[in-house]
């Protein structure tokens, strides 16, 4: 074997179902839901995409919360397995991430379905509160992008800067970020964040300029990424108080 290998839309597919079907052989009638997300529950899926799907357990005495990651040799397959009331929980919750990681709870591809629990997933993973993307927004404002420019300043002073694209990279991943909690917008992949995020009003200044270097690849020059970011960072604190959002504190606040 040398890795993935090109398979057909439906004998993925059918894989998926093979996999659903081992599952009723070992949870038996534990299982409430199967679905599938990712590219294959979008209709996205390439030639070498891997399969991605959850196993819903009924509530038991323990919550269970754990995958199954395996290569068969030509395909890859992630299945993750949660009780009902642990999925519903992550659902609910508004991470740093949750425009790249939420979207299979709105619109998975259903195998399995005895008591509509996928219906109740939606719902769940629409309640979040304006607060809650707020609370997300301002950690990612101070835990991320604040550490971000501080280590790009001692990097201008006392290098590497063999460490400037990667930090580049960062800036407009958490840039993206950023945007997507701020209209609530789920991404469709990794791989299309930052397109997306660019076709999103209201972005901060700076932004765009950090984005198009990283998708192009264009981060050679040391100094370019410096004043690239330096922007952003400025765009981002008036892109804050314009929205509301907070990056600085008293000096002690507790």
């Known amino acids: 074997m040398n890795g993935p290998v090109k398979i057909s ?16 052989e070992v949870y038996k009638n534990k299982i409430l839901a199967i679905g599938v997300y990712g590219s294959v529950s979008r209709g996205t899926d390439g030639p070498f995409s891997d399969i991605e799907m959850f196993c819903v357990l009924e509530d038991s ?8 990651e395996w290569s068969a040799g030509p395909w890859k397959s992630e299945v993750n397995v949660l009780s009902a009331s642990v999925l519903l929980k992550i659902a609910a919750t508004v991470e740093d991430d949750w425009s790249l990681t939420h979207g299979p709870y709105f619109s998975p591809l259903v ?10 997933l939606k719902k769940t993973a629409e309640s979040p509160t304006r ?15 604040y550490e971000f420019i501080g280590k790009l300043r001692n ?25 997507g909690l701020h209209h609530r917008k789920l991404y469709s992949t990794g791989a299309m964040v930052l397109p997306e995020a660019l076709e999103l009003p209201n972005r901060p200044s700076g932004f765009d300029q950090v984005a198009g270097m990283v998708m192009s690849g ?5 100094s370019k990424i410096v004043s690239a970011c330096e922007d952003f960072w400025s765009g981002l604190e008036t892109w804050a ?5 907070v990056i600085y504190s008293e000096r002690i606040p507790f």
Request: net charge negative.
């Open 9 to 24: 839309k439906s004998d993925r597919f059918q894989t998926c179902q093979e996999i659903a079907a081992r599952l009723h």
């Open 61 to 68: 005495n323990k919550d269970v919360e754990f995958s199954y």
């Open 111 to 120: 195998l399995f379905d005895s008591k509509g629990f996928f219906s109740t």
């Open 131 to 145: 607060e809650d993307f707020t609370r997300s927004i301002n950690r990612i404002l101070v835990g991320e992008m």
């Open 155 to 179: 990097i201008s002073l006392n290098g590497p800067q063999t460490y400037l694209p990667y930090l580049a990279m960062q800036f407009a991943h958490y840039g993206a970020m950023l945007i």
């Open 218 to 222: 264009d981060l050679a020059d040391p």
């Open 241 to 245: 108080n314009e929205n509301h959002y």
